[in-house]
């Protein structure tokens, strides 16, 4: 079973940055991407950004687009989402998630198409 472990929300000002952690561990060789979706209170999980497991190759969001990165470390077995300018829009409980088909297209922003989650951390923008 592949775990997901997410850490590094918290609260923070608007304009602010954070960096998000998802850690993997179980049966992994199969991942063929990974990445961050989130959930705002009252809407339905969207997604944020994701990472191409083999090429490093990203995909965003246009919210995303020039304020968050992610990215990967192949070693350690775990992503990362830099998350710079933050702001109140983007509260929400972050979830990682992993995918072991390959994506194509807009299949890389449909929560369907990940097959594993982690458990999420909070992430609140606020003055």
């Known amino acids: 079973q592949v775990q997901l472990v997410e850490s590094g929300g918290g609260l923070v000002q608007p304009g602010n940055s954070l960096r998000l952690s998802c850690a993997a561990s179980g049966p992994t060789s199969a991942t063929y991407a990974r990445g961050w979706f989130r959930q705002a209170p009252g809407k339905e999980r969207e997604f944020v950004a994701a990472v191409n497991w083999g090429d490093g190759s990203t995909h965003y969001t246009d919210s995303a687009k020039g304020r968050f990165t992610v990215s990967r470390d192949y070693y350690e077995n775990t992503i990362y989402l830099q998350m710079n300018g933050l702001k109140p829009d983007d509260t929400g409980v972050y979830y990682c998630?992993?995918?072991?088909?390959?994506?194509?297209?807009?299949?890389?922003?449909?929560?369907?198409?990940?097959?594993?989650w982690g458990q999420g951390t909070q992430v609140t923008v606020s003055s």
């Open positions: 998630a992993a995918a072991e088909k390959r994506l194509y297209g807009s299949s890389w922003f449909d929560r369907g198409e990940y097959e594993h």
